[in-house]
């Protein structure tokens, strides 16, 4: 860090005066650094070495934001702040989420700003200003706790480096409101609250999921108090496999279909029912108004106002091996799954049937 330190003051010190003995200024059209290597190379080879140099500087900048984002990230994931997933370890042994979602806002950044350095710069400055101003003080803040040697000097040179940043994040912030700050300055705000708020979120849930102070042990589910319900569409081999499973569970199963054309279609699956199903009754739901699922939310209901008995719903759900062929059908099944987990505490079992024509395609 030293070297770095010592390096990086040499390269400000001799650009800066370089830019003063030729009279270089900043435009939009070519960097000072192209402008003096121009001037002092001409357009040789060692202008373009000067240029390329550059853009690997560049290149290993920007590849920092993706090796340190996702640390970050993971690391209050991992404390709760940031949504878990974060802190996942993909394939690669990377933090492969992080790396995704700091790639998207890198996108959208661009996008609104239209990829104009100039709208760029006052975010970036802002932003680092911010990291450095926080940095700086909770180092004040650490040399203080510990108090170990030479902790006075320590705090005093951090303090005066808060104090620096500091007063250079109020100046940018104040001269560049306008030119693009303004949103660094909203958002910071903004994103402290939805740590605060992903937190709370996740300490509820620890707290919902405490087992202190509960002393009651698990209910014995038997097949005799529980109670399988098997929505079906029609008698086919998806709804057979689906009420095998769930008489393989409870001694109480009902299948339940819901009429919702008004046809003779009920009559043609009792038929079918009566052939190829034995020992489990079937409850034809009549549905006026063409809904599928509520007729089976309202039976459900009544089983639960009624009978004590622990209840499942055993849904036989088709798979197809190909996702444009499953864009074909209805998946009532997921829409079903998806009421019953927000509107009713019923665990729910897909019993899945996978088309033996797709596996043969996929062969």
Request: charged share 15%.
């Given at each position: 860090m030293l070297f770095m330190g010592i390096i990086l003051g040499i390269l400000f010190l001799g650009i800066t005066s370089l830019a003063k003995i030729y009279g270089v200024l900043p435009t939009t059209q070519q960097t000072v650094i192209s402008q003096l290597a121009h001037m002092i190379f001409g357009s040789g080879p060692l202008y373009y070495v000067i240029q390329f140099a550059t853009l690997l500087i560049l290149v290993v900048a920007a590849n920092t934001s993706f090796a340190d984002f996702p640390r970050v990230a993971a690391l209050l994931g991992r404390d709760k702040y940031l949504p878990n997933q974060l802190s996942d370890v993909g394939s690669r042994l990377v933090y492969s989420n992080g790396i995704v979602v700091l790639a998207i806002l890198s996108g959208v950044l661009?996008?609104?700003?239209?990829?104009?350095?100039?709208?760029?710069?006052?975010?970036?400055?802002?932003?680092?200003?911010?990291?450095?101003t926080l940095s700086q003080t909770g180092m004040v803040r650490h040399w203080i706790k510990e108090r170990s040697k030479h902790w006075r000097r320590a705090a005093f040179i951090n303090g005066i480096g808060a104090v620096c940043t500091g007063v250079t994040l109020v100046v940018i912030a104040a001269t560049k409101f306008t030119h693009g700050a303004?949103?660094?300055?909203?958002?910071?705000?903004?994103?402290?609250?939805?740590?605060?708020?992903?937190h709370q979120h996740y300490e509820t849930v620890a707290?919902?999921?405490?087992l202190q102070g509960i002393h009651q042990k698990l209910i014995s589910l038997t097949p005799d108090n529980h109670i399988v319900v098997v929505p079906v569409s029609g008698v086919h081999q998806a709804c057979l496999k689906a009420l095998d499973y769930a008489k393989g569970i409870s001694n109480d199963v009902r299948a339940v279909y819901v009429d919702?054309?008004?046809?003779?279609?009920?009559?043609?699956?009792?038929?079918k029912w009566d052939r190829y199903v034995s020992n489990i009754s079937l409850i034809i739901l009549p549905s006026p108004e063409r809904d599928v699922v509520e007729p089976i939310l309202d039976y459900l209901h009544e089983i639960q106002l009624h009978d004590g008995r622990f209840l499942t719903v055993v849904i036989p759900e088709f798979v197809s091996g190909n996702w444009w062929t499953r864009l074909l059908h209805r998946q009532m099944a997921s829409k079903?799954?998806?009421t019953l987990l927000y509107r009713y505490h019923v665990p729910v079992v897909s019993v899945a049937y996978y088309f033996p024509a797709d596996k043969k395609i996929k062969k």
């Open positions: 661009l996008v609104v700003f239209e990829g104009h350095t100039s709208h760029l710069i006052p975010l970036y400055a802002v932003g680092v200003f911010i990291s450095f303004w949103l660094v300055i909203l958002l910071v705000p903004l994103c402290l609250i939805l740590f605060y708020r992903i707290r919902g999921l405490s919702n054309d008004g046809n003779d279609s009920s009559e043609e699956i009792r038929k079903l799954k998806n």
